[in-house]
Nanobody, 114 residues
Framework: QVQLVESGGGLVQAGDSLRLSCAAS????????VGWYRQAPGKHREMVAT???????NYADFVKGRFTISRDNGKKMVYLQMNNLNSEDTAVYYC????????WGQGTQVTVSS
C-alpha cells in the first residue's frame, strides 16, 4: 500500500510559480502511473497532469504550457512545476498513484491572488 504526502502549496500572486512535491512511502511506487489532481471550492476534483511509469505525460488543457509533471522513481517523488499561475488555479492539489481507485495524499492548498 502506497502512502503519499504532498508539500509545496502556499499563497502566491498571479503570474508566480510554485513547485509541488509528493513523497511516496511503502509499496512499489515505480510501477504505478501517478498524477496530480485538484479540487476548487464547490467543484469536482479534476485531473491536472499524469505521468506513467515509463514517463509518458498527459495534461489537462487548462495547464498545457504552464505546468510540468515529473517523477523520480529512485527517490519515490512526484513533482508538479506550476508557472504563470492565475486565480483559477486556486484549489487543493492532490497526489495520486494508480488512478481513481488507487492511493491519494491528503492534499496541499494552493491559493493564487489576483
Amino acid at each position: 500500500q502506497v502512502q503519499l504526502v504532498e508539500s509545496g502549496g502556499g499563497l502566491v500572486q498571479a503570474g508566480d510559480s510554485l513547485r509541488l512535491s509528493c513523497a511516496a512511502s511503502r509499496g512499489a511506487f515505480s510501477i504505478y502511473a501517478v498524477g496530480w489532481y485538484r479540487q476548487a471550492p464547490g467543484k469536482h476534483r479534476e485531473m491536472v497532469a499524469t505521468i506513467t511509469n515509463s514517463g509518458r505525460t498527459n495534461y489537462a488543457d487548462f495547464v498545457k504550457g504552464r505546468f510540468t509533471i515529473s517523477r523520480d522513481n529512485g527517490k519515490k517523488m512526484v513533482y508538479l512545476q506550476m508557472n504563470n499561475l492565475n486565480s483559477e488555479d486556486t484549489a487543493v492539489y492532490y497526489c495520486n498513484a494508480a488512478g481513481g481507485n488507487g492511493y491519494w495524499g491528503q492534499g496541499t492548498q494552493v491559493t493564487v491572488s489576483s
